[in-house]
């Protein structure tokens, strides 16, 4: 005679097979979605992945503004393609001309913001009046350097009308270069377009159209060159200085502190930037620092110039720290 199973173990067999079937079905399920998701990096795409230049890497240069930059007619054969490169950072401004060659990029001459107290403009040195000094600045003295600054005086009358450089009939062309914005935005009144306009002022020819200076009106389609002679002699700042004056007394002393500490007044900006550009006009060249090294320089300089030690140093400096590490141990056993 056959006993029956009691109830206990059937529930467990029971239990046991519908966890069995759960499971199951939970692979079956797992398995059917990976069939339908499909794997885009696989061997094939890495092995037929092209990493991208360094500075792209970087996010540094925009290499297809750069081709058109660089690459230069072939008729022209070894002409370099000179570039007016601005870059501007948060205490300075840089305008370069640069040309381009196979081992990289050449530096013909250059300007900074920084060099502007020596002409009279000791604050304010990133604004748009300061970019447009920086490319007269950079104009002039590369005009100087090449023996052109008398043929091509540029435009004298900062007016805020539009001016293009034309070839003399008894001397050479005038010197011509493309704005070259790195990564910044081509916004209308930026920074970069004050340096071009500044440079163009100073005699470069550059190619470029005014719908981009501060004053342009897009629905007239014309530049309001009241406006543009405004940003560049500072009335835009004198402005704001003279309307947070008389508003917000503590934001004006902080906002301005430099210029109260140097005693400009918002009444002081024009003749300011006036001045400067004739000092500019006067005298481009870089003014070369004296190097005096006395012996506290000297010191210093060698400071970090240490002697390369041979063999025999480095394996008795050794067996001295060591020595010296010993004697301390013994002394701190003694004390205990």
């Not at 447009?132 to 090449?146: D, H, P």
Request: proline content about 3%.
């Amino acid at each position: 005679m056959v006993r029956a199973p009691s109830s206990i173990p059937i529930l467990i067999l029971v239990l046991l097979h519908r966890n069995r079937d759960l499971h199951l079905t939970l692979r079956v399920s797992a398995f059917l979605n990976q069939a339908f998701v499909k794997l885009v990096k696989n061997k094939a795409y890495y092995k037929r992945f092209q990493t991208k230049y360094r500075r792209r890497r970087e996010g540094k240069t925009d290499y297809q503004a750069r081709k058109a930059l660089v690459t230069q007619a072939k008729n022209k054969y070894n002409s370099p393609k000179y570039r007016l490169v601005v870059r501007i950072t948060n205490k300075d401004i840089i305008a370069q001309i640069v040309y381009a060659k196979i081992q990289g990029d050449v530096v013909l001459s250059s300007a900074y913001s920084h060099e502007l107290p020596r002409y009279g403009v000791k604050v304010g040195l990133t604004n748009w009046s300061a970019a447009y000094c920086t490319g007269l600045l950079v104009a002039r003295r590369v005009l100087t350097q090449l023996g052109l600054a008398d043929k091509y005086e540029g435009n004298t009358n900062i007016d805020g009308t539009y001016y293009e450089v034309e070839a003399e009939d008894d001397a050479p062309r005038p010197f011509q270069c493309f704005l070259d914005v790195g990564l910044r935005r081509t916004t209308t009144g930026s920074r970069v377009f004050g340096v071009l306009k500044g440079a163009v002022d100073g005699g470069l020819k550059i190619p470029h159209s005014e719908n981009r200076f501060p004053g342009w009106d897009t629905s007239a389609k014309q530049l309001d060159a009241e406006t543009l002679r405004k940003y560049i002699v500072g009335g835009h700042v004198s402005e704001y200085m003279a309307e947070l004056e008389e508003d917000d007394e503590d934001s004006y002393k902080r906002q301005f502190a430099k210029y109260i500490e140097e005693e400009i007044t918002p009444d002081d900006f024009e003749e300011m930037y006036e001045k400067a550009h004739e000092a500019i006009r006067e005298n481009p060249e870089r003014e070369a620092k004296e190097h005096v090294y006395d012996d506290a320089a000297k010191a210093a300089l060698k400071k970090f110039k240490t002697q390369k030690r041979n063999l025999k140093q480095r394996q008795d400096r050794i067996k001295q720290k060591k020595a010296a590490w010993l004697a301390k141990r013994a002394a701190a056993a003694d004390e205990e």
